[in-house]
């Protein structure tokens, strides 16, 4: 398996644009994961799907960002408008969970998306 | 409130030497995990190992090791005889009030800085 997959690698877009980042999870993990990482605020959670379902969805910042997850092998992060302070590298993760929401495997994260805003 | 603390933002070790990173923990569940995820400098962030909070045996792998100790909440990784390759950022990481091992807190990060 190749892993996660994300696309864009890396992204520079205008304050107001719309910018949609994506992600190809491992085949078989039914539970995927997309994180934001700055410098002020580290690694944080943005929202959490089970089965292509949205789970969590506490840590998304603002209503200008959203999630989905059409089918087991896509997800994507949509920002729009987006602002300077999106900028930042967002990552997605997988992980097999099982029934009880214990992990069966650790997550497994993907190159990231290093979003600029300018 | 769910809080992974690494106290130490940056060290730097000549090749060879042994370097420890400290990882501290605040959580009310009794069931939890505890992670170290690695991120060299191109980016990716490299699954190094889990522990869950009923097994406080130490690790080994390789030049790895990992101390569990439940009493003063800390998990903290060790390694031996560094090398320029283990260069990298190490972040420490909490499952977010379960045992989902992808609902992950993390620490702010150790960079670790191996001079040759």
Not at chain 1, 6 to 22: A, C, D, N, Y
Not at chain 1, 80 to 86: F, K, L, M, N, T
Request: charged share 20%.
């Amino acid at each position: 398996d190749a892993g996660v997959i994300q696309s864009p690698r890396h992204e520079v877009t205008e304050m107001g644009q719309e910018v949609t980042l994506r992600c190809k999870p491992i085949s078989g993990h039914n539970s995927l994961f997309w994180y934001r990482q700055t410098m002020m605020r580290g690694l944080e959670l943005l929202i959490y799907f089970n089965n292509n379902v949205p789970i969590d969805d506490s840590g998304m910042p603002e209503d200008r960002f959203s999630a989905k997850m059409p089918n087991a092998s896509f997800s994507t992060l949509k920002i729009q408008p987006s602002e300077p302070r999106d900028s930042a590298v967002y990552f997605c993760a997988c992980a097999s969970i099982g029934e009880w929401g214990v992990g069966d495997t650790e997550a497994f994260f993907g190159q990231g998306t290093r979003l600029t805003v300018v | 409130a769910q809080k992974v603390t690494q106290a130490q933002t940056e060290i730097s070790v000549v090749e060879k030497e042994d370097v420890t990173l400290d990882c501290v923990y605040e959580t009310r569940d009794t069931t939890y995990y505890l992670f170290w995820y690695k991120q060299p400098p191109s980016g990716e962030l490299v699954f190094l190992i889990r522990r869950n909070s009923f097994d406080e045996q130490n690790e080994i792998s390789g030049r790895y090791s990992w101390n569990f100790q439940k009493s003063t909440s800390s998990f903290n990784f060790t390694i031996t005889a560094s090398q320029v390759v283990d260069s990298a950022v190490y972040f420490c990481a909490l499952t977010k009030g379960s045992s989902n091992t992808g609902k992950l807190i993390f620490g702010q990060g150790t960079t670790l800085q191996v001079k040759p």
